[in-house]
């Protein structure tokens, strides 16, 4: 039996690459895109829903699916209200996660960040962690939560320092070693496939992953 997805951030880099994937799987029949905006050009078998986010309640009534990737986030270059930012990066994920909750939807993906932890002093290490407790919370069959590091990939918009900072990276990645590995640059086909793969080899767990395993998850393609 065929089956629905939905994906929240389908316009960025990793949620972009996870729709390409999902739309080649002859898996899926139905893909669901919950957004802001419009994404044109693509097949009969994905099916959007334009509004605010913010307010992803709105939607309960489509919020039907098998599995839901959450691949929103967003920087504080983007966003340097901290109050927009929370409602963002804890709001929707927790808001999706409920939905999925109430729908009895049993499989759930969100994208992390390493260093997610809701008691750190940092900001966005403490909102990242708050996101993850409010998601585990809502008890969901199969929960997988990513914590990449850096996320390397090609983005449409400009991201200067971040791109340095890549470059940096790269440099010095073969240090990266041991304990260490979990440093290193992932790029975002990979955080994609990892994704794929573990919706598809479901354990009724909740699980927390870290940047060097969702490397090696997608590599048991």
Same mark, same amino acid.
């Given at each position: 039996?065929?089956? %629905?997805?939905?994906?929240?951030?389908?316009?960025?880099? =990793?949620?972009?690459?996870?729709?390409?994937?999902?739309?080649?799987?002859?898996?899926?029949?139905?893909?669901?895109?919950?957004?802001?905006?419009?994404?044109?050009?693509?097949?009969?078998?994905?099916?959007? !829903?334009?509004?605010?986010?913010?307010?992803?309640?709105?939607?309960?009534?489509?919020?039907?699916?098998?599995?839901? /990737?959450?691949?929103?986030?967003? =920087?504080?270059?983007? =966003?340097?209200?901290?109050?927009?930012?929370? #409602?963002?990066? /804890?709001?929707?994920?927790? &808001?999706?996660?409920?939905?999925? #909750?109430?729908?009895?939807?049993?499989? !759930?993906? @969100?994208?992390?960040?390493?260093?997610?932890?809701?008691?750190?002093? @940092?900001?966005?290490?403490?909102?990242?962690?708050?996101?993850?407790?409010?998601?585990?919370?809502?008890?969901?069959?199969?929960?997988?939560?990513?914590?990449?590091?850096?996320?390397?990939?090609?983005?449409?918009?400009?991201?200067?320092?971040?791109?340095?900072?890549?470059?940096?990276?790269?440099?010095?990645?073969?240090? !990266?070693?041991?304990?260490?590995?979990?440093?290193?640059?992932?790029?975002?086909?990979?955080?994609?496939? &990892?994704?794929?793969?573990?919706?598809?080899?479901?354990?009724? %767990?909740?699980? @927390?992953? =870290?940047?060097?395993?969702?490397?090696?998850? &997608?590599?048991?393609?």
């Amino acid at each position: 039996m065929k089956k %629905t997805a939905i994906i929240l951030g389908a316009s960025g880099l =990793t949620g972009g690459l996870l729709l390409q994937k999902l739309i080649d799987d002859n898996r899926y029949s139905t893909i669901k895109l919950f957004s802001r905006t419009r994404i044109e050009g693509l097949p009969n078998k994905v099916i959007q !829903f334009i509004g605010n986010l913010l307010e992803l309640e709105q939607f309960s009534a489509d919020f039907i699916a098998d599995e839901v /990737y959450c691949c929103i986030g967003t =920087t504080a270059k983007k =966003t340097p209200d901290k109050k927009l930012y929370k #409602k963002i990066d /804890y709001g929707i994920p927790v &808001a999706a996660a409920k939905l999925a #909750k109430e729908n009895d939807i049993p499989t !759930f993906l @969100v994208i992390s960040a390493m260093g997610a932890n809701k008691t750190s002093s @940092v900001f966005y290490n403490r909102t990242k962690g708050e996101m993850e407790q409010g998601v585990l919370q809502q008890g969901i069959k199969n929960t997988s939560i990513l914590r990449p590091a850096l996320i390397g990939g090609e983005r449409n918009e400009r991201r200067v320092l971040e791109k340095i900072g890549i470059v940096v990276f790269k440099i010095i990645q073969p240090l !990266f070693i041991g304990p260490l590995k979990k440093y290193r640059i992932i790029n975002a086909e990979s955080i994609a496939q &990892a994704m794929l793969n573990l919706a598809n080899n479901t354990s009724n %767990t909740q699980v @927390v992953i =870290t940047s060097s395993d969702i490397i090696q998850l &997608a590599k048991n393609n």
